[in-house]
């Protein structure tokens, strides 16, 4: 085992902190087929890194949440007429690692990163408006050219509570290889890009590029109130470039009862099949949430 995974230091970094519970792209597959349809995180074309495998362990859940925020941030926090609150001060705090739902539940929460594809990133909005099915986005800042434009669209709903934006670094790097300081830029010039763009706060959820993350990135994200590290419970694999057959077939796996769903704006395979998930979510008598409305965080709180 360890031979195999010589160089993989991150990766074992990973387990060892008993995140196993991360399903990326290629933790839903075969083991022999990982290698080639691989990481659970994209990469921007432009980069190369290191792809890591990862374990499913969706049974040991470690989804604790200690936030205790007013619910209802459509009714209360957002207000009827649809105005965002005030950007909220960070409220740095210990870090809790998150996988799924807190509680038994029939809510999905689709949770999808990145953004590098201009039409996949337009679709996804478009499917939002189109569908009112609820999306926590995970975009990166660098990718500003391509989420600007959809500000406009996204604004009145986030205002509703039907979208919410989380962090996920400005530049999409792998924070075990950065120090402190760096890692404290990589959230807070993204979160500057969100509070910007969109009009709220990302905080408390952070998504760490590529789910690679050890105590101390979570020590420093909860220090400037990025308290809830977000993993996720089931992906649509499609941090790689699947057929549509291959996606599918990931999100008849994983959508399930309080599942917290990986996606990416990556690749246009994924707008080929909103149609289907969304029957699927019907079928399955699935409500697709955002992460304010599964944890009863709220944007008046951050
Ligand atoms: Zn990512």
Known sequence: MAAR????????GILGLGAAAVISGCGVL??????ALASPEVLPPSTTTVVPST???TSTTVATTTTTTPTST???ALGSGGSLPGIPDPHPGPPSVVFRAPTATNQIA???DDGYCVECADDYVQF???SGIRITFSPNGTYNEIWDPLAATLRPLIEAGQVQIANHTYNHRNLLKLGESEIVEQIERNEDWIEATFGITGRPWFRPPYGWHDERTDE???GVGYTQILMWSGSFGDSAVLTPDQLLAQAEKWLLPGTIMLGHANHPTVTTLFGQI?????QRNLSPVTLDEMFGTSRAVG
């Not at 995974?5 to 074992?12: N, S, V």
């Not at 075969?30 to 290698?35: D, M, Q, S």
């Not at 969304?278 to 019907?282: C, F, T, Y």
């Open 74 to 76: 459509t009714d209360s």
């Open 30 to 35: 075969g083991r022999a087929r990982r290698a």
């Open 278 to 282: 969304e029957d699927l979510i019907a």
């Open 128 to 130: 939002a408006l189109r």
């Open 5 to 12: 995974r010589h160089g993989r230091r991150e990766f074992l």
């Open 55 to 57: 374990t499913t362990t």
């Open 110 to 112: 689709l949770t999808i």
């Open 220 to 222: 420093v994200a909860g």
